[in-house]
């Protein structure tokens, strides 16, 4: 059996059907396996110089070393040609808003007991909130 980027390339479609930057980064998932493909991305195609986003350094000095393998995981999937050289860019996850974060967090610590004035009344409110919580 063919592998399907095989015979979708071999298929006289429009030039713009779909590119080899679309297929190079569809069959990156499969060339790298599950756990790697976690940690990158295959963003774009620089001729034949696939560019993948990986999380930090030692992501990228662990793909580095394994490049090689992978080059032939991706001319088994694509065809030899389509994928000459890969490029590793460290690029951070992003971040959460810092203001949206910490409005949650100070909705979290403030307790709508604090309001009731009487201490008896207090006690007896955050008891029973316990005891409906538990």
């Given at each position: 059996?063919?592998?399907?980027?095989?015979?979708?390339?071999g298929?006289?479609?429009?030039?713009?059907a779909?590119?080899?930057?679309e297929?190079?980064?569809?069959?990156w998932?499969e060339?790298?396996?599950?756990?790697?493909?976690?940690?990158?991305?295959?963003?774009r195609?620089?001729?034949?110089?696939?560019?993948?986003?990986?999380?930090?350094?030692?992501?990228q000095?662990?793909l580095?070393?394994?490049?090689?393998?992978?080059?032939?995981?991706?001319?088994?999937?694509?065809?030899?040609?389509?994928?000459?050289?890969?490029?590793f860019?460290?690029?951070?996850?992003?971040?959460?808003p810092?203001?949206?974060?910490?409005a949650?967090?100070a909705?979290?610590?403030?307790?709508?007991?604090?309001?009731?004035?009487?201490?008896?009344?207090?006690?007896?409110?955050?008891?029973?909130?316990?005891?409906?919580?538990?």
């Open positions: 059996m063919e592998r399907a980027s095989k015979v979708i390339r298929l006289t479609l429009p030039c713009d779909i590119s080899a930057e297929l190079a980064c569809a069959a998932p060339a790298v396996g599950k756990k790697i493909a976690v940690h990158t991305r295959a963003v195609m620089v001729r034949t110089r696939l560019v993948v986003e990986v999380e930090d350094k030692t992501w000095r662990q580095m070393t394994l490049s090689a393998f992978i080059l032939f995981n991706l001319r088994k999937h694509l065809g030899s040609g389509a994928v000459e050289d890969l490029e860019r460290v690029t951070p996850r992003r971040r959460e810092q203001r949206a974060v910490a949650f967090r909705s979290l610590q403030a307790d709508e007991a604090d309001a009731i004035a009487d201490p008896v009344l207090r006690g007896l409110y955050k008891a029973s909130r316990k005891k409906a919580l538990a």
